[in-house]
C-alpha cells in the first residue's frame, strides 16, 4: 500500500450554508446531516460565512483507486496511529481515503507507517 503526503494545509470547518463555499478549489469536501453542514478545505480558502473552524490539519490519502470489496484499509491505518496516539480524522470519496491529523502529529504518523511496510510518496 502506498499513501501520498498532500502538501497543503487543512481546516474543518462548519456553516450555517455553502453560498461561500468555492466547490472548484483543488480539494473540498462537505458533509451534510439533519444537524450541520460541514467541510473541509485548504486553509487559505476558507470562506468568511464560517460558523466554527479548526485549524491546523495535514493529509495523506491512499494513493490509486480502491475497490469497494477491499477491507479494512483504513481500519488499519487508524489503528496503527491510534496506537501511537495519533487521532485522525478520516474522508472517503468514491475513489479512495483521506486521513488528516493534526500538523504536530503529521511527521510522527508517516514514521509510524512506514515502519509498519506503508510507502510513503511526497509529491515535492
Same mark, same amino acid.
Do not use: H
Given at each position: 500500500?502506498?499513501? *501520498? %503526503?498532500?502538501?497543503?494545509?487543512? +481546516?474543518? #470547518?462548519?456553516?450555517?450554508?455553502?453560498?461561500? %463555499?468555492?466547490?472548484?478549489?483543488?480539494? #473540498?469536501? /462537505?458533509?451534510? &446531516?439533519?444537524?450541520?453542514?460541514?467541510?473541509?478545505? /485548504?486553509?487559505?480558502? @476558507?470562506?468568511?460565512? %464560517?460558523?466554527?473552524? *479548526?485549524?491546523?490539519?495535514?493529509?495523506?490519502?491512499?494513493?490509486?483507486?480502491?475497490?469497494? =470489496?477491499?477491507?479494512?484499509?483504513? =481500519?488499519?491505518? +487508524? &489503528?496503527?496511529?491510534?496506537?501511537?496516539?495519533?487521532? /485522525?480524522?478520516?474522508? +472517503?470519496?468514491?475513489? &479512495?481515503?483521506? /486521513?488528516? &491529523?493534526?500538523?504536530?502529529?503529521?511527521?510522527?504518523?508517516?514514521? @509510524?507507517? =512506514? +515502519?509498519?511496510?506503508?510507502?510513503? @510518496?511526497?509529491?515535492?
Amino acid at each position: 500500500m502506498k499513501i *501520498e %503526503v498532500i502538501e497543503d494545509n487543512f +481546516s474543518i #470547518c462548519k456553516v450555517k450554508d455553502y453560498s461561500q %463555499v468555492n466547490l472548484d478549489e483543488k480539494f #473540498c469536501f /462537505i458533509g451534510k &446531516t439533519d444537524e450541520e453542514k460541514s467541510f473541509v478545505c /485548504i486553509t487559505k480558502n @476558507v470562506p468568511d460565512n %464560517v460558523i466554527e473552524r *479548526e485549524d491546523g490539519w495535514k493529509a495523506f490519502r491512499i494513493q490509486g483507486v480502491l475497490d469497494f =470489496s477491499l477491507i479494512g484499509i483504513l =481500519s488499519k491505518i +487508524s &489503528t496503527l496511529l491510534g496506537e501511537n496516539g495519533i487521532g /485522525i480524522f478520516a474522508v +472517503s470519496t468514491f475513489n &479512495t481515503d483521506y /486521513i488528516f &491529523t493534526k500538523i504536530e502529529n503529521f511527521q510522527k504518523a508517516l514514521e @509510524v507507517l =512506514s +515502519s509498519e511496510g506503508i510507502e510513503v @510518496v511526497q509529491n515535492v
